[in-house]
Structures are given as C-alpha cells and as structure tokens.
C-alpha cells in the first residue's frame, strides 16, 4: 500500500458506514500520519487491515476504526489523548488556557474584597425588595 494512497484505498476495501464523514476524516488523518511517519505506521495500518478481513470479524470497518487508534497510540504514532488535526490556533490555545486553569481558584486575591462586596450588596438589595413588597402589600390592605 502507497502511503499516498491510504484513504482511497481503506474506503475501497471497508467502506464510510453509518457515519460517512468521520469515517473519511479518520482515513485522511491514517494518510497525513503513514506519510510523516513512514513505514512503521504503514506497516500497523496493513496488518490491521488485515485482521479485519479475517472471517470472524462481523463488521470490518467498524473493528478497523476501533483497533487502529488504539494500536498506534500503543506504538507512539499518535499520542493518547491528541487534539484534533483540524484544530484552530485560537482553539488551541483556548484549550490550553483553560487546562492551565484547572486547580487554581477563581477569584485572584485582589478581587475577593470586591467579591465580597458584590455579596453584600445583592443581600442588602434582596432585603431592600422584601421590605418594599410588604409595604406595598400594606398600603393595597390600606394598613398604616
């Protein structure tokens, strides 16, 4: 198998199943990778393919998907857990910012004073409608 050639080849032989899209998206990223990676790749992405023509294997395409990833994160092509090809600098760094953010507190002690004002001041406001309400109530009865 050519390393150029991937994908054609792995919709020829398995098909895009129930989620045409994805499966397309998946063979693309197995092309990218056997044509960065070299042969070893190939090799792992042949020898899966070819457990799944095996006769026992009820649904080729769907066990190929499921074990080829898992192969090459076993073998260090991909790494588990990597972000998607097709991710946006922005998106990128929004991932890693809020990673960074995991752990920490919300508030910077800087703005806890202010928060607790903030705290304060909605009591006092909530106080401020309930007292309003009951004499509001009171002048509707026509009680002083």
């Known amino acids: 198998m050519l390393t150029h050639e991937v994908a054609r080849r792995l919709e020829q032989k398995l098909g895009l199943g129930q989620f045409p899209m994805v499966r397309r998206r998946l063979y693309a990223r197995l092309q990218r990778t056997c044509e960065q990676k070299g042969d070893g790749a190939l090799l792992i992405v042949a020898g899966v393919l070819e457990e799944a023509m095996g006769p026992k ?3 080729k395409g769907q066990y ?26 922005d998106q990128a ?9 995991i752990g920490k507190p919300e508030l910077d002690p800087a703005t ?6 903030i ?15 009951v ?5 509707e009865r026509g009680v002083r």
């Open 57 to 59: 294997v009820r649904d």
């Open 64 to 89: 190929f998907c499921w074990v080829i990833k898992r192969r090459l994160e076993e073998q260090g092509y991909w790494p588990a857990g990597e972000a998607p090809v097709n991710q946006t600098r």
């Open 93 to 101: 760094k929004a991932l890693d910012d809020a990673k960074a953010a």
């Open 112 to 117: 806890t004073a202010s928060a607790a004002e």
């Open 119 to 133: 705290e304060r001041l909605k009591v006092s406001n909530e106080l401020l409608r309930r007292a309003l309400q």
């Open 135 to 139: 004499a509001q109530q009171k002048a």
